[in-house]
Nanobody, 126 residues
Framework: VQLQASGGGLVQTGDSLGLSCAAS????????IGWFRQAPGKGREPLSC????????YYADSVKGRFTVSRDNAKGTVHLQMNSLRPEDTADYFC????????????????????WGQGTLVTVSS
């Protein structure tokens, strides 16, 4: 079950950018949604998680205070607002559904290999 992230682009240090996550043909309602990223030459990094029913969100220390995740269950979308962007935020960003639970247990979970869809590239210039 793959979700589609969109909204990436080229920005400058200190800028803001919003990413969106949506599903095609199914609903994201009912499951926790996580955001991950993969920088060039690095491994995948979990960033945040937002619950489906409790709406609680969790963040990695690297983005806490700068990134905010929200969801609109009626529209079936999840949004990641990224502020105060830094060059080290340059990466492909992915949104993934946690099919094991409705709400998050912290900011990270281990997705199935089949759940990695196409990411959206964010490039932050210095």
């Amino acid at each position: 079950v793959q979700l589609q992230a969109s909204g990436g682009g080229l920005v400058q240090t200190g800028d803001s950018l919003g990413l969106s996550c949506a599903a095609s043909g199914f609903s994201v309602d009912g499951y926790a949604i996580g955001w991950f990223r993969q920088a060039p030459g690095k491994g995948r990094e979990p960033l945040s998680c937002i619950g489906a029913s409790d709406g609680k969100s969790y963040y990695a220390d690297s983005v806490k205070g700068r990134f905010t995740v929200s969801r609109d269950n009626a529209k079936g979308t999840v949004h990641l607002q990224m502020n105060s962007l830094r060059p080290e935020d340059t990466a492909d960003y992915f949104c993934i559904q946690d099919r094991a639970r409705a709400n998050c247990e912290g900011y990270a979970f281990i997705p199935s290999m089949d759940d990695w869809g196409q990411g959206t590239l964010v490039t932050v210039s210095s």
